[in-house]
């Protein structure tokens, strides 16, 4: 018997370029970004039908991802987790998702600086708790 708890879907060390910082000389060369995504949603239609229509599609989801974070610009690394959120969150299976940004060598004697935010769908179903 399957259980009815929302599965995870870990999208994993997902390396990425773009514009991120408000000190000019960040501003006017790309820096890398790795992001780290944990998703919860309800698979057990697609587990038990395995339809591809029932399962969330995370393929699309991070094509999404990679667009806006090479297609954009951003000073804080909050923004930038909160629009990963947003992102995540705009697919109607997605229950909860956890983001994670670490912004490589942004401290001398660091390998990161990271930020973590997670975001939930209420209830019900119209926005986030």
Do not use: C, W
Not at 32 to 49: C, F, T
């Amino acid at each position: 018997m399957v259980e009815k708890e929302p599965a995870l879907i870990r999208i994993k060390n997902l390396r990425l370029r773009t514009y991120i910082g408000f000190k000019p000389e960040e501003q006017e060369k790309l820096q890398d970004v790795v992001i780290n995504l944990e998703i919860r949603y309800d698979a057990l239609a697609a587990a038990v039908s395995d339809s591809v229509d029932k399962a969330l599609d995370y393929k699309r989801l991070t094509k999404e991802i990679i667009a806006h974070v090479e297609g954009h610009r951003f000073l804080l690394l909050e923004k930038l987790v909160h629009d990963l959120l947003q992102l995540a969150l705009a697919h109607p299976l997605v229950q909860e998702v956890a983001v994670e940004v670490d912004k490589p060598h942004a401290l001398r004697f660091a390998d990161s600086v990271a930020l973590r935010m997670t975001a939930r769908r209420d209830t019900a179903g119209a926005g986030v708790a």
